[in-house]
């Protein structure tokens, strides 16, 4: 008897990503925000901003600098999200030490005049699909 495939995790409300393709579709539900930036518990930043990118890169840092957050889920070892009653998902992204919440906000004013440069290229998940360039010619 042949064994049946391997099923996926289904996660509705609750839920816990460590994919870095699930975390960047989860992101993708998210634009304008309050945020809080915890270090060792300890709670460095907070305001509010507009998710502009987002990506899974190994070579980029996650900033947020003038309200407009670039977001590179590489940054992060895994994603809570909690589903409130008003239907509103909170997300907490988690690092080694650090904790980026996000409170996501239905106000389309904040995001007037920012791009939102949403995108993920299939590719970037596949390791081996990665090229490095040398710009120099070869020598004959």
């Given at each position: 008897?042949?064994?049946?495939?391997?099923?996926?995790?289904t996660?509705?409300?609750?839920?816990?990503?460590?994919?870095?393709?699930?975390?960047?579709?989860?992101?993708?539900?998210?634009?304008?925000?309050?945020?809080?930036?915890?270090?060792?518990?300890?709670?460095i930043?907070?305001?509010?901003?507009?998710?502009?990118?987002?990506?899974?890169?190994?070579?980029?840092?996650?900033?947020?600098?003038?309200?407009?957050?670039?977001l590179?889920?590489?940054?992060?070892?895994?994603?809570?999200?909690?589903?409130?009653?008003?239907?509103?998902?909170?997300?907490?992204?988690?690092?080694?030490?650090?904790?980026?919440?996000?409170?996501?906000?239905?106000?389309?004013?904040?995001?007037?005049?920012?791009?939102?440069?949403?995108?993920?290229?299939?590719?970037?998940?596949?390791?081996?699909?990665?090229?490095?360039?040398?710009?120099?010619?070869?020598?004959?």
């Amino acid at each position: 008897m042949q064994r049946p495939r391997d099923l996926t995790p289904t996660l509705i409300g609750t839920g816990t990503l460590t994919s870095l393709r699930d975390m960047v579709r989860a992101m993708e539900t998210v634009e304008t925000f309050d945020y809080q930036y915890v270090v060792d518990d300890e709670p460095i930043s907070e305001g509010r901003a507009t998710l502009v990118k987002i990506m899974a890169d190994p070579d980029s840092s996650t900033l947020l600098v003038n309200g407009c957050l670039f977001l590179n889920v590489a940054s992060f070892r895994y994603l809570n999200f909690e589903t409130t009653e008003d239907g509103v998902s909170s997300i907490a992204l988690h690092g080694d030490g650090v904790v980026l919440e996000l409170e996501p906000l239905d106000e389309p004013d904040l995001r007037e005049g920012r791009p939102a440069i949403r995108l993920m290229d299939e590719i970037v998940f596949d390791p081996q699909s990665y090229v490095t360039l040398d710009d120099d010619e070869d020598d004959d």
